[in-house]
């Protein structure tokens, strides 16, 4: 089975601090991929990676970085965090045709 | 803009009946459309993936279809359980762009025993 795995499901942070969100996926995929997810907003992709140090902003890159070092490792970065950030966020991995997701991580940035 | 839209009344239906959920998608053709089941407070898991050139596709349960001209896709589950509750999400994927996916907000199901 594939796995992906976020390294938090529950975070609280202040505004004004770095956070990075870190996701690790098992099945050796090149596509990676960040997301969060709002009510009433739904799934709205940050940013993905379709090979180790290649990316491409997705609809909202705005506040956030990426770092694709390694092929199995994918970290999102919140540069200095910002209340309008408090989500879920969900990393992906898979082809186009298929995606599989982490369990989510909640962000709270008060 | 290239969207993919789904009912967002919640659908409620009795156990044992077939549930029916629908996608729309407008302003472009989406070469397939995928949907997914998502649990409160978790991931979304991938279900079922449907092509353009594909009038129907099953898998145990579920059924899906493509309709081209009504620019639709029906996701079907059969003989309903309580445990089919959740979201289903539909995604389609972006013309000038195969690696991303466009989302719809998702239909939420309650089955009821």
């Known amino acids: 089975d594939v796995k992906v795995t976020q390294s938090s499901r529950y975070l609280v942070k202040r505004t004004g601090e770095k956070v990075f969100l870190e996701c690790v996926q098992d099945?050796?995929?090149?596509?990676m991929f960040w997301y969060r997810q709002d009510p009433g907003l739904g799934l709205r992709l940050i940013y993905f990676s379709y090979d180790v140090k290649m990316k491409e902003k997705g609809d909202i890159p705005e506040g956030y970085s990426v770092s694709r070092e390694k092929k199995e490792r994918f970290s999102l970065i919140l540069e200095s965090a910002s209340t309008n950030q408090t989500s879920m966020y969900l990393c992906a991995s898979g082809s186009p045709y298929e995606q599989y997701f982490g369990p989510g991580t909640r962000l709270t940035v008060t | 803009s290239q969207k993919i839209e789904q009912n967002s009344e919640a659908l409620n239906i009795q156990e044992g009946k077939t549930a029916t959920l629908t996608c729309n998608y407008t302003?472009?053709?989406?070469?397939?459309l995928q949907w997914y089941r998502q649990d409160p407070g978790r991931g979304p898991v991938f279900l079922l993936l449907?092509?353009?050139n594909e009038k129907e596709k099953r898998k145990e349960r579920l059924k899906v279809t493509f309709d081209t001209t009504l620019k639709q896709s029906l996701f079907h589950i059969t003989a309903s359980q309580p445990a089919d509750s959740a979201t289903y999400l539909c995604a389609g994927d972006t013309a000038g762009n195969n690696r991303k996916l466009i989302w719809g907000l998702g239909t939420s199901l309650a089955v009821n025993p």
């Open positions: 449907i092509r353009e």
């Open positions: 099945m050796d995929h090149e596509n």
């Open positions: 302003n472009y053709s989406p070469a397939y």
